[in-house]
């Protein structure tokens, strides 16, 4: 999905709406940060993993959506 994807579904939205993300097992986590970052694609292969990998020495620009993460106490 490309920048100019999201923005046009998101325009679908109401406006005021709250923008979530999926949880770490299960539920969903508030938004927290939206940055641009760099990845190299494709290189985990793990099913546990992401796919891609955030790097600066990637060959790639992406807009990462970060959730709030947790930890157990």
Request: overall charge negative.
């Amino acid at each position: 999905m490309k920048v100019k994807d999201l923005l046009n579904l998101l325009s679908q939205m109401p406006a005021d709406a709250d923008v979530m993300v999926k949880g770490y097992e299960g539920g969903v986590d508030d938004v927290i940060n939206v940055k641009l970052v760099n990845i190299k694609k494709d290189v985990n292969v793990e099913w546990y993993y992401g796919r891609h990998e955030a790097d600066e020495d990637g060959g790639v620009q992406a807009v990462y959506i970060q959730r709030e993460e947790r930890r157990s106490e």
